[in-house]
């Protein structure tokens, strides 16, 4: 259902279109003049907006420029009983969307106000749609073989296609965007649009502005009307970045959408409504902040029907190869740089390395390296400076005279680097150690690990 406004001085024209409109299931409001027009137009947002030409106060082209300025997003279909080219061309060049010429059919001015709408829902799936790109979202591009992680990618496939909130807890870099649009990508709202929200990066006005849209003059800076993103989003997914930030008084409105998916724009009294999967997502212990008095325990337990726990990259040693190589060849390939390999003494490091920034730390390490390397292999001097720190304090002797270590703890603290390096692979430990997993199991035992 769309809302409409129809703007004639002929009060019969007006009626006809508003009943036709009407009988296809949209909301319509009439305007006698142009004048009554840009009133109803200042106080809400009209999907689609039929004007006349020729009027006596305010003609259409003037019209439309000034409906422009207040509202940019609106279609407009310009109707005239002068069927020139010039008016046409004229109104087209001031974002009019369609020209019909008087006299028309109900069916002919029903099928024009579909097109507009069509289009208006393509260009604005379009608009979100810029600034994320949906198809780096497959799982095609979630690398691991970690089997916590690959549980998690079967569950999150198994309820994709389920209509139920999901809440993603990971630290920063872990991926939870991408589980997110993998969510969206495998639901049947595939097709529809993927908006993305981080609730810690707006005041508090500003977040309510993104999310549910606001209206002229709704506050300072606010000179025309504006849909949130749960318009933009209607029938998709909206995914709630750092949902763990948003301010008290946000989240009870979080809350109301989620339990009916109506919500109001900034400064307007209109209830609308919207259908939408939400996604939320967090770093931080949500349980904590409700002890805290920081997250509203309704709010969390409506967001956690479902809840998935990403680990961090140093829990997922095995997968570092997999990752950079994959993210050597990304980065390669945008910089349109030939570069084949990484040295394995770099993934020695990598492999000891922590990783507090996850996949997003080891991406932007990989392309820092692939930017200023002039040979085809990424090796240590390639590496950021905080790795040409790390490096130099790892080749520091285990021991000192000062402070001597028995044979027993430098066999202890070798055999427990190779466990770490090799992710805890016993067999390829065993391989660089020789020795038989019976005497490495006999060392644990020993180790009490």
């Known amino acids: 259902m769309a809302r409409i406004l129809i703007v004639d001085d002929e009060k019969g024209v007006r009626r006809s279109i508003a009943i036709a409109l009407q009988f296809s299931g949209h909301q319509v409001e009439e305007a006698a003049t142009g004048e009554e027009a840009l009133q109803l137009v200042q106080k809400d947002i009209f999907d689609l907006i039929i004007t006349d030409l020729v009027m006596e106060d305010i ?3 003037d019209l439309t420029k000034k409906i422009k ?10 109707m005239t009983a002068y069927g020139s080219i010039d008016s046409a061309v004229a109104a087209i060049k001031l974002g009019a969307s369609d020209y019909i010429t008087k006299p028309f059919t109900e069916d002919q001015i029903t099928l024009a106000a579909d ?21 780096k979202y497959d799982f095609k591009n979630i690398i691991t073989v970690n089997r916590e992680l690959q549980e998690i990618l079967r569950k999150v496939s198994l309820i994709a296609s389920q209509n139920i909130s999901v809440l993603v807890v990971g630290e920063s870099g872990t991926g939870k965007e991408l589980i997110a649009a993998a969510l969206h990508r495998m639901s049947h709202r595939k097709d529809r649009a993927f908006v993305a929200l981080n609730c810690g990066a707006f005041p508090e006005t500003l977040l309510e502005s993104e999310l549910f849209g606001h209206n002229r003059g709704a506050f300072t800076g606010a000179t025309s009307h504006k849909r ?26 979080i809350l109301r959408f989620l339990e009916n998916g109506e919500f109001r724009r900034l400064g307007e009294t209109i209830t609308r409504k919207a259908d939408l999967r939400i996604v939320a997502a967090t770093h931080k212990d949500l349980e904590h902040e409700i002890q805290s008095g920081l997250f509203r325990d309704d709010l969390f337990f409506r967001l956690n029907a479902c809840r998935f726990e990403l680990p961090p990259l140093r829990a997922r040693k095995e997968d570092i190869p997999l990752l950079a190589r994959h993210l050597l060849k990304a980065c390669s390939s945008e910089m349109n740089k030939q570069i084949d390999m990484i040295h394995p003494r770099v993934y020695e490091v990598f492999l000891g390395y922590s990783w507090p920034g996850n996949v997003r730390e080891l991406q932007n390490t990989i392309r820092y390296a692939v930017a200023i390397t ?7 001097e390639d590496l950021p400076g905080s790795f040409q720190k790390l490096i130099q304090e790892e080749t520091k002797p285990i021991y000192s005279l000062e402070q001597p270590a028995s044979l027993d703890e430098l066999e202890k603290s070798y055999i427990l680097s190779v466990l770490e390096t090799t992710g805890w692979k016993k067999k390829k430990a065993c391989e660089i150690l020789k020795i038989s997993r019976a005497t490495l199991h006999r060392r644990l035992k020993a180790y009490k690990l």
Do not use: H, W, Y
């Open 374 to 380: 002039a040979k085809n292999c990424i090796d240590m």
């Open 69 to 78: 300025a207040l509202c940019p997003t609106s279609s407009i279909i310009m």
């Open 59 to 61: 003609d259409g082209l």
């Open 228 to 253: 949130g993103l749960v318009e933009e989003a209607d029938g998709g997914t909206i995914f709630l970045d750092e949902i763990g930030d948003a301010p008290l008084s946000f989240q009870v409105k």
């Open 115 to 135: 097109k507009a709408l069509q289009r208006q829902k393509l260009e604005s799936t379009i608009r979100v749609l810029q600034s994320v790109l949906i198809d």
